[in-house]
């Protein structure tokens, strides 16, 4: 007993946590499966429902926060504006057909099975939002970033992350909550703060730092610069009500412009990978698996069908925009998962009585399956774009 009288709990759980993360990485490295799927894992086994070592998810949520601005920031810098605005009617026109083309088929659906018409708007929200997170990394992973398909897919991506502000205030409305003036205008007012900054930096191509060259060779001072500008970047995003990480993601084209990408990323990546486990293992965390095994068969149906669904409208989008089929068919798997940011809306509607109890559980458990699902569905893929491509040369 004397030898456990000194143990600190914390230090235990993080202990814990680095062991598992360790041995379920290394089984997926064997099938070749990125770590996101061992982060999820590793929460659901940490959960009230797995083990129970996590019963308060507070800190870790807040943590994986952190994450979501920092992997943002780090795609920011890969970005270049020019680059990026030659896509804007594949991002803009892409988005707006997905959310359109999910709704009415979720009105269709709730149409037979009676389904109020607000929750049918909401459910279609919900599956039309692909996961930012999942699919950045799995693009940076597979070095498709730079290629045609990664710009085409990053592009509907960011756009979808602009797309949460109206469509939250859209479900305020639905729920009998409509945004005051003044938060309305705060939200036009931080939007024209990040679009005159987009402006400028298009036009000026580079910005120069102040005192650049001495942080430049001084380790320490780069890390709180780093930081200013992601954070920095992140708080005054969500002080005029837009998405923390959409701020982020302006600081880093800050970082892009400055030239001063290399240093950066020397400096953060280690926090980027620790706070962006912490995001995936939240959502493990949120699996409640009575509910799942009590609707498995219902689960099931709705998780192939928003698959199917979104890979196929996906696809057919990116091929309008003169994408080969195979890129287009690559590109519609990289969309398909449902995104974490319908956490958010299903969270918001759920708080306005919108959706009910089963309802949450249901869409909770649907999103979470789907970004587990993700990377196989996306290598599934992959091997049947390159078998395609092997018959068309003989």
Known sequence: MLLFSNFDPTIGFISILAILIMVVGLLLKKIKQPY?????????????????????????????????????????????????????KVAAIGTFLQVGVSVLIILGVGYFFDWKIERSIILGFVIALSSSAVIIKLLADKNLVKTRVGKNVLSILLMQDIMIVPLLIVTSLLGGKGESIENIVFMLVGGSIIIGTLIYIYKRKTIRLPFSKT????????????????????????????????????????????????????????????????????????????????????????????????????????????????????????????????????????????????????????????????????????????????????
């Open 36 to 88: 996101i799927i061992g982060y999820i894992l590793v929460g659901a086994l940490l959960g009230k429902d797995g083990l129970g070592f996590i019963e308060d998810t507070t800190t870790i949520n807040h943590l994986g926060e952190i994450g979501i601005i920092l992997l943002l920031f780090f795609i920011g810098m890969e970005i270049s504006l020019p680059e990026f605005i030659k896509q804007w």
């Open 215 to 394: 942080i430049e060779k001084d380790h320490e001072l780069q890390v709180f610069l780093a930081i200013f500008f992601c954070f920095g970047g992140a708080l005054v995003s969500s002080i005029f009500g837009l998405s923390a990480a959409l701020g982020a993601f302006v600081g880093g084209m800050v970082m892009h412009a400055s030239k001063a990408t290399h240093w950066i990323y020397d400096t953060l990546n280690s926090f980027r990978i620790l706070f962006v486990a912490m995001f995936f293992i939240s959502i493990g965390l949120q699996l409640d698996f009575s509910f799942i095994f009590k609707n498995a068969w219902a689960i099931s149906i709705v998780l192939v069908s928003v698959y199917i669904t979104n890979h196929l409208v996906n696809s057919l989008i990116l091929r309008l925009f003169s994408s080969p089929w195979q890129e287009a068919f690559l590109g519609g798997a990289l969309l398909a998962q449902i995104g974490e940011l319908s956490f958010l809306l299903g969270s918001s509607a759920y708080s306005l009585g919108i959706i009910e109890d089963y309802s949450y559980n249901f869409t909770i458990s649907l999103i979470s399956l789907t970004l587990i699902i993700s990377p196989f569905w996306i290598s599934l893929t992959e091997k049947l774009v390159i078998s395609q491509r092997f018959k068309s040369i003989e």
